[in-house]
């Protein structure tokens, strides 16, 4: 099972760990993507690590069984690094077309914006 994030409108956010039962919260800062055989960052996957035993999953940046929280984690993980919002919600989308093809993006463009402009 996998540790996710269930809340994005409050930082830190809250997280959970299916296997364990755990819960708590996290620094957006804290997830990360891993790094290819060249030290380079792979933006294709986020590690998100659980609070309470430090377990990891790491997340395609399709969304895996959530797609729709995955996919906003690696928007809001961009706009976390300064990218404007419109510029990473389109990035986001062409990954997720690129790696897994046109239908598998689940958010609304629109309403993610406007969450990420408030």
Request: charged share 20%; aromatic share 6%; hydrophobic share 40%.
């Amino acid at each position: 099972m996998s540790v996710y994030v269930t809340d994005y409108s409050i930082i830190p956010w809250e997280v959970v760990h299916d296997e364990m039962g755990h819960t708590g919260t996290i620094d957006p800062a804290t997830i990360v993507h891993p790094k290819n055989m060249d030290g380079a960052e792979n933006h294709d996957f986020l590690i998100v690590t659980c609070p309470v035993c430090q377990a990891v999953s790491t997340h395609p940046v399709g969304g895996g069984a959530q797609k729709e929280s995955v996919q906003q984690m690696f928007v809001r993980k961009e706009v976390s690094l300064g990218v404007p919002p419109a510029e990473a919600i389109a990035d986001v989308k062409a990954r997720v077309v690129a790696s897994d093809g046109e239908g598998r993006w689940a958010l609304d463009d629109a309403s993610l914006l406007r969450k990420l402009s408030a």
